[in-house]
């Protein structure tokens, strides 16, 4: 382009759209680098194909903007370049194309996202499970519920089933029962929040638990839901030999007792 580097923070202020698109093919990589971000700032569509091209730099620092960028002007037709883009050998790239893919929102990137549910890096991983819950379609639960599995991603992986709501009530009963204790625990957390009287008895089935967090809570779940189903399982748990377990069923009780009186 010249012996003259282009002023990428005047361009900037100018709004110069057209002029930072022409930087995009810089043979200077921090010119295109910042050219990308320049973009995102402005947040002008016709940036869009440009930064979709640039998903395909040779230089990682400018793919992982034109990503990041992609996500802040949030127009779908960047989808299919950012899905492409989770399988980038640069995890930095991986990860802003997750992030991206969350803002746009578009249900289009679930299978890729489930997929980023298994990447190497655990902000990658987290990332998905996040941009999956925004999205929110069902296609995800099985994926998410897998992820509770995962010690790193399992608190991102049940905010976003809580987030998915009612598709995930059924599996997440269902994970009550699962062989992993974290799994069960992070299951009836979810539950809880959700806060669906279809999974009352489930959760009374947990308040048996061999595990004691997870009796805890389940007794904490049944508590938030206030379904009176769950007044003698959780009577029967004031004397556990775990004092948070026996804590948590008095809170239930408590809660159930208290809803109780407003209905009447």
Do not use: T
Request: aromatic fraction near 4%.
């Amino acid at each position: 382009m010249g012996l003259f580097k282009p002023n990428i923070e005047k361009l900037k202020a100018r709004k110069n759209v057209k002029g930072l698109i022409k930087a995009l093919g810089d043979r200077d990589e921090y010119v295109r680098e910042s050219a990308a971000k320049a973009l995102g700032e402005i947040g002008d569509a016709r940036a869009v194909e440009p930064l979709i091209e640039a998903l395909g730099d040779r230089d990682e620092y400018v793919r992982e903007s034109a990503a990041k960028a992609l996500g802040e002007i949030g127009d779908a037709r960047a989808v299919e370049g950012l899905i492409e883009a989770l399988g980038d050998s640069d995890v930095d790239v991986r990860w802003s194309a997750v992030q991206a893919l969350g803002e746009i929102g578009d249900a289009r990137a679930v299978e890729g996202l489930i997929e980023a549910l298994g990447d190497s890096d655990v902000d990658v991983r987290k990332s998905a499970a996040k941009a999956l819950g925004e999205i929110g379609d069902a296609r995800a639960v099985e994926g998410l519920i897998e992820a509770l599995g995962d010690g790193d991603v399992r608190w991102s992986a049940a905010i976003a089933l809580v987030e998915i709501g009612e598709p995930a009530v059924e599996p997440l009963i269902e994970a009550l029962c699962d062989i992993d204790e974290h799994v069960r625990w992070w299951a009836a957390e979810a539950l809880g929040k959700i806060g669906d009287p279809r999974a009352v008895e489930g959760l009374i089935r947990a308040l048996k638990d061999s595990a004691d967090w997870v009796r805890w809570e389940a007794a904490e779940a049944l508590g938030k839901i206030g379904d009176p189903r769950a007044f003698d399982a959780l009577s029967e748990l004031v004397h556990d030999e775990d004092k948070n377990v026996r804590e948590a069923a008095r809170d239930a009780l408590r809660e159930i007792e208290k809803r109780a009186i407003k209905r009447q």
